[in-house]
């Protein structure tokens, strides 16, 4: 046995227009209010504002690597790594104590002319992890 349905018919006539007016107001209000709540705050990436040394300088012997960022960062889950001359692995063993939540500071050993890379992975606080890279030149000792 089939069955015939009949889709509903559009609503004509005062009722209609009066559905189409509520709804529109219903549209505007909920536009508005979330308008005026405002989006949640979409926190960025931790992005590297300034280094000391800075990317591509060449300078004497550095006393310490300092990165800043963007956003507050959750330290004891970020790594530097320090890449010397020859692909040689520096270890930088402790982040100096009592600095800004945006901002990584190792100490150095004393660091041989040639070519460096600090190679950074972050977790900012919103959770994201980023990485890069700041590249400097040791020219020589400088007086320490």
């Known amino acids: ?3 015939h349905f009949a889709l509903p018919r ?3 006539g005062r009722r209609g227009s009066l559905l189409r007016a509520r709804l529109a107001v219903t549209l505007v209000l909920a536009m508005a209010w979330a308008w005026s709540s405002g989006l949640p705050a979409v926190e960025a990436h931790a992005i590297i504002l300034d280094s000391d040394p800075a990317h591509g ?3 004497p012997t550095p006393r310490r690597l300092v990165l800043r960022f ?3 960062l959750e330290k004891p889950l970020c ?3 320090l890449i010397g001359p ?3 692995s520096i270890a930088l063993l402790r982040q100096e104590p009592d600095t800004t939540p945006d901002t990584l500071v190792y100490a150095l050993p004393a660091l ?3 070519a460096y890379q600090a190679r950074w992975k ?3 606080a919103d959770g994201h992890v980023t990485e890069g890279a700041v590249l400097f030149t040791v020219l020589g000792p400088a007086g320490r």
């Open 79 to 81: 790594s530097v790594q």
């Open 1 to 3: 046995m089939l069955r």
């Open 112 to 114: 041989e002319p040639g």
């Open 70 to 72: 963007n956003s507050r």
């Open 10 to 12: 559009p609503v004509r």
């Open 86 to 88: 020859r692909q040689r």
């Open 122 to 124: 972050v977790m900012a």
């Open 57 to 59: 300088a060449s300078v």
